[in-house]
């Protein structure tokens, strides 16, 4: 016998990745898209601080990156309001998932408890680790923490995971409510609060959580709004001796020195945030404003995207998405039923979302004629 052997695990799991991504699919139609909307990315861009930075890193780039990351740590504790013991950084929140999964699943005798139609970049986590995964329904498009503590009280689950906002659908938790999640964690469950969209929501709008809370990590990105999702930043809070256990399995010389820069940068630039965080309301308000031109309903959304229900079943909101993407449009849609009566738009610039608005009726008149 020839090459590797694998596992029976590995062997047993179909080898794709949870997102085709955009450059695949302009490779496979031989051109680029027109308005690249589909991954919740900032097509603001980063600061043009940070990108100054990182452009004077990049010289330093013959050198591995800080393998302790101790000038982003540090400031992250600080503009967190935390100790640097409370904080893991990584490759993206998607390369901090997996390590914590690694951490806590070794086989089928490990339960995890998710959303059904949440982030899948999670479950292909658990599923490469061989864990067992249980899934509860959204309720009225929101994930469900009633559902998503009792199942975990009844498998006896490792981890829940929770993104608040949530991403497919836009939809978010009082602070209170994520409070009394956090109080409710079933005694041996670890709650993973996904903060990816987390800066979109006003700061008071946050839960308060004990940043050394042994029942919950929540993990926040440069991805979003900070509009750094090529260069892989994310960061978890939580309890010293659970940040302490990430090195033993994280890539240690997985943060490059241009990406510790660009970060260090970007929380430097809080006026840029800012501003960003003011452009992205305002498209999600002209996404809004284009679906209801259109006759369909958009979400109402704390996140940089908006989910927008073409008002029939799957099968018809993917008509619609194929209507926009064979237009030249970037978009993706929720993966699981009911959710997927709707497609899923990202904040773009005005032209962008132009190029949608004149996109859209055709694409809606094509899914329904069938054409
Ligand atoms: C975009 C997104 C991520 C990915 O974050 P990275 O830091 O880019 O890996 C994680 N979780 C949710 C819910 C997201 O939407």
Redesign the pocket.
């Given at each position: 016998m020839t090459g590797p052997r694998y596992t029976p695990l590995v062997d047993s799991l179909p080898a794709t990745v949870p997102f085709v991504g955009p450059e695949t699919q302009e490779r496979a139609m031989g051109q680029g898209f027109r308005a690249r909307l589909g991954a919740?990315e900032s097509v603001f861009g980063p600061s043009p601080k940070v990108v100054a930075a990182m452009a004077e890193a990049a010289r330093g780039s013959w050198m591995y990156g800080d393998p302790e990351n101790h000038d982003l740590r540090q400031a992250l504790a600080a503009h967190e309001g935390v100790a640097p013991e409370n904080i893991i950084i990584g490759e993206?929140?998607?390369?901090l998932l997996g390590y914590l999964v690694r951490m806590v699943t070794a086989g089928p005798a490990d339960h995890i408890v998710t959303s059904d139609g949440a982030?899948p970049?999670f479950n292909y986590h658990v599923a490469g680790f061989g864990g067992t995964m249980h899934k509860v329904a959204y309720r009225d498009d929101h994930e469900d923490p009633a559902a998503l503590l009792a199942k975990a009280g009844e498998v006896a689950a490792k981890l829940i995971y929770f993104?608040n906002p949530d991403?497919p659908m836009g939809s978010w938790h009082p602070r209170a409510v994520v409070e009394e999640m956090v109080a409710q964690v079933p005694a041996g469950s670890l709650l993973v609060l996904?903060e990816?969209?987390g800066q979109f929501l006003p700061p008071e709008d946050l839960p308060r959580i004990d940043p050394s809370d042994p029942r919950v990590i929540r993990f926040r990105?440069f991805?979003?709004a900070y509009g750094m999702?090529g260069a892989?930043v994310?960061y978890g809070i939580a309890a010293p001796e659970l940040i302490t256990a990430f090195n033993k399995v994280r890539n240690h010389f997985g943060m490059s020195r241009v990406s510790q820069a660009g970060a260090c940068a970007a929380l430097d630039d809080g006026a840029y945030l800012a501003d960003t965080i003011g452009k992205v309301r305002d498209a999600v308000a002209r996404i809004g404003q284009i679906a209801a031109e259109n006759g369909l309903t958009a979400l109402p959304s704390a996140a940089n995207f908006v989910a927008i229900d073409c008002g029939r079943d799957g099968a018809f909101a993917k008509a619609v998405l194929d209507g926009l993407v064979a237009r030249g449009i970037f978009v993706r849609m929720p993966f699981v039923a009911p959710q997927n009566r709707c497609i899923r738009i990202s904040a773009g610039e005005k032209a962008d979302l132009e190029v949608l608005a004149q996109a859209l009726p055709d694409a809606l008149a094509a899914a329904r004629t069938g054409v």
């Open positions: 919740n993206g929140i998607d390369g982030y970049t993104a991403n996904d990816a969209y990105t991805s979003k999702a892989r994310g």
